[in-house]
């Protein structure tokens, strides 16, 4: 049964960083891609960014230069760096494995002053 566990959201101030991590089991993690989602209240889930089982990354315009995407295939960890907050980062961050349906329950993040 794959399972997902976000965590590392908060309240940063605009400029800020923050990781997120995601812990993830019941699938052979090094075979398949990895994506992070979010959602902001009112809005739709959109993606954030892509780590493949490689390695390759792939980022929504949006975040480009800002966010980094990495796995660790030891651990079976896929984590998210943050840096140069914006009040429009507010929302819900989910981590996906891609083929199978699951979501996690979100981390929450906040960016206010």
């Known amino acids: 049964q794959v399972q997902l566990v976000e965590s590392g959201g908060g309240l940063v101030q605009p400029g800020g960083s923050l990781r997120l991590s995601c812990a993830a089991s019941?699938?052979?993690?090094?075979?398949?891609?990895m994506t992070w989602y979010r959602q902001a209240p009112g809005n739709e889930r959109e993606y954030v960014a892509f780590v493949g089982s490689t390695g390759g990354t792939n980022y929504a315009d949006s975040v480009k230069g800002r966010f980094i995407i990495s796995r660790d295939n030891v651990r079976n960890m896929v984590y998210l760096q943050m840096n140069s907050l914006k009040p429009e980062d507010t929302a819900v961050y989910y981590c996906k494995v891609n083929g199978f349906s699951a979501w996690g329950q979100g981390t929450l993040v906040t960016v206010s002053s």
């Open positions: 019941g699938f052979t993690f090094s075979s398949h891609a």
